[in-house]
């Protein structure tokens, strides 16, 4: 009942005003005659050469005319839309509004017949795709209004038009890549400087949401890092959520992939945003830089898998172990490493999520084996690889190439060559179980006699 008379109050002040522009409400009457009227109708204003249709054109102005200079298209009832078809006949032509409709697609160019044309919205459609050359014959247009579309690329070269002077994408959902870098160019004449709510402009998956600007500086920045390394850079996901600093509020992740590329020590250089290196398959030996390396602070997922280190001693005591979320040591020529202080690093750190470290020579005997067991068992959930953990393959060894965390304690502290029953420390626990009871027995013995005989043992007589 209240968008009934709300649609009639607002009749009655279009008749009561009838300067007041319709350009200005042409998306509020599309959304009250798709609610009120689905029928095809067009209303022709005569003050301002006006025309106002719903639902496409009568028959009457399919052959145009010439009076009209603004034609304002609400809900047009196909998906394309063919501006050499439908336009003809309106050679006077200065402003084209289409709203509210599935339009996904101009099928060709505007034609030269409306050479007049100075303003074209396309506003609140699916529009997707826009021909080559789309404006070529429009030498006065001024204005392109193209919000809440389905763009997701802009081709620089369709907008490239002399007299354009401005651009509106806002609510298109628009690719954040390095081909928007456009949008950077901020020089007089350039399409960036054109385009005028370029700070509402949205990047749509996998950074949906995020200001496309800081994005894409992002993005290029990264690329131009990316150069200076024998690397491949990726920007992996964009964290902000908007306000009234957001460039300063974006926090980027970026994946740096370093494997197999015959490296022997660990880049000195990395692309600023890094959180994640790959740097499996070369020949390195030394982790030194994640200690002394600014540029391994944001480091927080690191593989080095299939590489040649050794230890893992120098990063003892170092502020990286205490951050990091990923380690994966896999395939390395690791036999030991500082169990105590490994643990008191997973104690400490509330990020570590994983650690590899299958596939490493480990030494199996009785002064390393039990301390590194232990701290399997005790973080089985962190070690993913805890089935590829185990005993430096060794000819002879009984240990050989078996998991370490199911190795019992006898398997890892008693020498293959020995018997384990005539072990000679448990001989001599034996013997001395045996004297204990034999001297406890004497002294039970001794104290019987005293009590029934009165006489000391022959010992204790003996003492002076």
Known sequence: MWKITGYFLLVAFFWANPRFSWANTAEENCDLRQKLNTSLECNFKEHDHRLICFHGLEDKWKSGDENVRTLVICYWPAETFDPKDVLQGFPSLKKLVIGKSNLTKLVSPFPSENKLIERIEIIGTKLTTLPENVFANLPNLKILDFRNNSLAEIDTETFNISSLRHIYLCGNPLKCTENAKWILDQNKGSLGYKVADKESLRCTVPYDGRPLIPVVEIITTLKEECTKTVCDCELVYVVGNGGKHIQKQLMAFTSVNCSY??????????????????????????????????????????????NMIESIVELEGSSWVDRFRLLSLRGNKLTDLPTYALENVLQHNGNAVSLYLGRNPWRCDCLFTPGFQDLLIRYTNLVKDINDVRCSPNNGDDNSDKIIRDLKRTEICVSP?????????????????????????????????????GKLPWIVAKIP
């Open 261 to 306: 590329r015959e490296l022997t020590e660990m880049p000195s250089f990395l692309p600023a945003n890094t959180t994640t290196l790959h740097l499996s398959g070369n020949k390195i030996q030394d982790l030194r830089p994640l200690t002394t390396n600014p540029a391994y602070r944001g480091v927080i997922d690191l593989y080095l898998d299939d």
């Open 417 to 453: 060559n020995e018997d384990p029953l005539l072990h000679p420390l448990d001989v001599l626990n034996i013997i001395l179980a045996i004297l204990i009871f034999l001297i406890i027995g004497k002294l039970l013995y001794d104290y019987w006699c005293f009590r029934k005989t």
